[in-house]
């Protein structure tokens, strides 16, 4: 099924199939997401109420806590290391999070999941965050 991932990284995203292709892919998650499409990650065991309460989902790896993805830039601004936690602030909320360096990421990006009870303080998907080394 083509339409499983709105950043169009599964493998059937990709598939050429002549009911759904890949431009009717990207059409369909534009029309429905805007702007927002491949933005902020919710972790796959995060979505609904019955995936988070299901104790066998919440024990594999798709259900770990959330990092902080953090541009080179700002990793070495902050002096980051390896197995470093960062405190991510947005308005009143904040979250503790293990920093990782994200190479991809613009240097004035950070990336943080939604969706987990970890950032939940955090509020609004999109907005301006603060990061400082914790």
Do not use: C
């Amino acid at each position: 099924y083509p339409m499983l991932d709105d950043r169009q990284i599964t493998v059937s995203s990709a598939w050429v199939d002549p009911i759904w292709p890949p431009n009717a892919n990207t059409y369909g998650w534009t029309a429905y997401l805007g702007t927002a499409k491949g933005g902020a990650d919710v972790p796959i065991y995060a979505t609904d109420m019955i995936v988070r309460r299901a104790t066998s989902l919440q024990l594999t790896a798709d259900a770990r806590e959330p990092v902080a993805g953090i541009p080179p830039a700002l990793w070495a601004q902050l002096g980051l290391a390896d197995g470093d936690r960062v405190r991510v602030s947005q308005g009143q909320g904040h979250a503790v999070l293990a920093a990782r360096r994200d190479d991809t990421l613009a240097s004035t990006a950070v990336r943080v999941s939604a969706g987990h009870p970890a950032t939940a303080a955090l509020g609004a998907m999109f907005g301006p965050l603060s990061v400082e080394k914790a």
